[in-house]
T-cell receptor, first 116, second 114 residues
Framework: GAVVSQHPSWVICKSGTSVKIECRSLDFQATTMFWYRQFPKQSLMLMATSNEGSKATYEQGVEKDKFLINHASLTLSTLTVTSAHPEDSSFYIC????????????FGPGTRLTVL | AQSVTQLGSHVSVSEGALVLLRCNYSSSVPPYLFWYVQYPNQGLQLLLKYTTGATLVKGINGFEAEFKKSETSFHLTKPSAHMSDAAEYFCAVRPRSNDYKLSFGAGTTVTVRA
């Protein structure tokens, strides 16, 4: 089956620093990748959609300058949380989908970000 | 606009008992429907999905769901709960188009009593 990996699986950083999270599709080419944020005991909230080679599309209310998304290749997308603050602490999950009308999203294992 | 409602944020069942998780959608055109499972500190795993055809869909781990257009529902069931079914379950929808964005319900936590 399609496998999506994320790195790191968890990260702790100091307030004001930037953190990069990688999302990779291991055995397929992902035309589209999605980034979600999940607070404890809550559902997933879509942050942005990224297509290879083009700018990401952010959902309403998501600060594009704070959450930088780069989809440099068909197998890699990165989310950089810039100048992180404690309120950015969350579980970040990416998903990827291959082309084709019935091809759905495959989810990564998530990255736990804790900002001190 | 689509929305997804999962009735019951928490369901507790005995091992071997029926698991029933409710999901209703709200959209003018029936969307594609999905159920995902999430174990602690992990990503989402697809249990099953409905796109077209037979309205009773069988998924992994013994789960199944039935699409009922008249009730705008897509409830998830499993005849006999196992301890390993303890997890968070999300119902999700997306439009019948080339918009692949998923809208998720709030989730239902399932606990299984021995």
């Amino acid at each position: 089956g399609a496998v999506v990996s994320q790195h790191p699986s968890w990260v702790i950083c100091k307030s004001g620093t930037s953190v990069k999270i990688e999302c990779r599709s291991l055995d397929f080419q992902a035309t589209t990748m999605f980034w979600y944020r999940q607070f404890p005991k809550q559902s997933l909230m879509l942050m942005a959609t990224s297509n290879e080679g083009s700018k990401a599309t952010y959902e309403q209310g998501v600060e594009k300058d704070k959450f930088l998304i780069n989809h440099a290749s068909l197998t890699l997308s990165t989310l950089t949380v810039t100048s992180a603050h404690p309120e950015d602490s969350s579980f970040y999950i990416c998903s990827a989908r291959a082309g084709g009308f019935y091809n759905e999203q495959f989810f990564g294992p998530g990255t736990r970000l804790t900002v001190l | 606009a689509q929305s997804v409602t999962q009735l019951g944020s928490h369901v507790s069942v005995s091992e071997g008992a029926l698991v029933l998780l409710r999901c209703n959608y709200s959209s003018s055109v029936p969307p594609y429907l999905f159920w995902y499972v999430q174990y602690p500190n992990q990503g989402l795993q697809l249990l099953l999905k409905y796109t077209t055809g037979a309205t009773l869909v069988k998924g992994i781990n013994g789960f199944e769901a039935e699409f009922k257009k008249s009730e705008t529902s897509f409830h998830l069931t499993k005849p006999s709960a196992h301890m390993s079914d303890a997890a968070e379950y999300f119902c999700a929808v997306r439009p019948r188009s080339n918009d692949y964005k998923l809208s998720f319900g709030a989730g239902t936590t399932v606990t299984v009593r021995a």
